[in-house]
Each structure stands twice: as structure tokens, then as C-alpha cells.
């Protein structure tokens, strides 16, 4: 072209937009649903155990279904940690053995889930 004045060695078209090679952007997307699934069971498991500690601090109804439920769910999520503190009172017991638990779970659920985007 006349008149076109280009720096040595110059290159004037525009820049191609990177793509992701399909196999990379499927295993990103592997990978995000991964560390949500992960993120999403260990909230639930922090609230069953959160929901169990309010029902016994509260004096929940104990005959009623949903109570039992959640009772029995964070009894069996529970596992090592029930006995760890003894005070005197029962709902403190709970309070403390049943956070604890939760704290545990809640900790250990973002470092997986940190993990697992970190290896993506």
C-alpha cells in the first residue's frame, strides 16, 4: 500500500484472541464444580451441626421428627468429637463438642477446596 508506513519489523494486524484448548477449558470447568461440590457439602455439614447446637440450647422438642432428624445426622457427623470436652452441663457439652466439630469440618473444607482449585 502507498503511503503506509509501518516500524521495521512491525506487525499491524490485530491480535488473535487466545483460546483455551477444549480438554483445558474442561477440566477448569471439572475443577470449579468440584471444589463447589466440596464447599457446598461442607456447609451443609456445618449447618446440620450448627441447627443441632441451637435445638439443644434451646430446649427443642425432642419427639419432634425434625429435631431427631437433625439430632441424629449430627450424632453420626459428630464421630470423634462428642466426648472431647465434659463440663457439667449437658448443653454446653454440645455447644463446645458439636462447634467443635463444626469448626473442624468448616477449616478443613476450605483448605480442600482451596486444594482442589490450586491442582486445577
Given at each position: 500500500?502507498?503511503?503506509?508506513?509501518?516500524?521495521?519489523?512491525?506487525?499491524?494486524?490485530?491480535p488473535?484472541?487466545?483460546?483455551?484448548?477444549?480438554?483445558?477449558?474442561?477440566?477448569?470447568?471439572?475443577v470449579?464444580?468440584l471444589?463447589?461440590?466440596?464447599?457446598?457439602?461442607?456447609?451443609?455439614?456445618?449447618?446440620?451441626?450448627?441447627?443441632?447446637?441451637?435445638?439443644?440450647?434451646?430446649?427443642?422438642?425432642?419427639?419432634?421428627?425434625?429435631?431427631?432428624?437433625?439430632?441424629?445426622?449430627?450424632?453420626?457427623?459428630?464421630?470423634?468429637?462428642?466426648?472431647?470436652?465434659?463440663?457439667?452441663?449437658?448443653?454446653?457439652?454440645?455447644?463446645?463438642?458439636?462447634?467443635?466439630?463444626?469448626?473442624?469440618?468448616?477449616?478443613?473444607?476450605?483448605?480442600?477446596?482451596?486444594?482442589?482449585?490450586?491442582?486445577?
Open positions: 500500500m502507498a503511503g503506509t508506513q509501518t516500524e521495521p519489523g512491525g506487525d499491524h494486524r490485530a488473535r484472541a487466545r483460546r483455551i484448548p477444549a480438554a483445558a477449558a474442561a477440566r477448569r470447568r471439572a470449579g464444580l471444589a463447589a461440590a466440596v464447599s457446598i457439602v461442607t456447609t451443609l455439614v456445618v449447618t446440620i451441626l450448627a441447627v443441632h447446637i441451637v435445638f439443644v440450647a434451646f430446649e427443642a422438642n425432642t419427639a419432634n421428627d425434625l429435631v431427631r432428624w437433625f439430632g441424629d445426622r449430627a450424632t453420626d457427623l459428630c464421630w470423634q468429637f462428642k466426648d472431647v470436652f465434659q463440663p457439667d452441663n449437658p448443653k454446653v457439652e454440645v455447644a463446645v463438642n458439636y462447634g467443635l466439630a463444626a469448626l473442624v469440618y468448616l477449616v478443613v473444607g476450605r483448605i480442600l477446596v482451596g486444594l482442589v482449585r490450586r491442582l486445577g
